[in-house]
């Protein structure tokens, strides 16, 4: 395993991992989901 990867969550059967960069950018991607409900674009 890298020394670069992150565990994430440990499942039943598996492990998740992800990187710093992975981690980045899902903090960005849900700040602007956030953002766009709290603007109230709400997507159905």
Do not use: C, D, V
């Amino acid at each position: 395993m890298p020394n670069h990867w992150l565990r994430k969550q440990t499942l039943s059967n598996a492990e998740r991992y992800i990187t710093e960069e992975l981690k980045i950018l899902e903090t960005k991607i849900l700040g602007a989901e956030e953002k766009n409900f709290r603007a109230g674009n709400h997507a159905i």
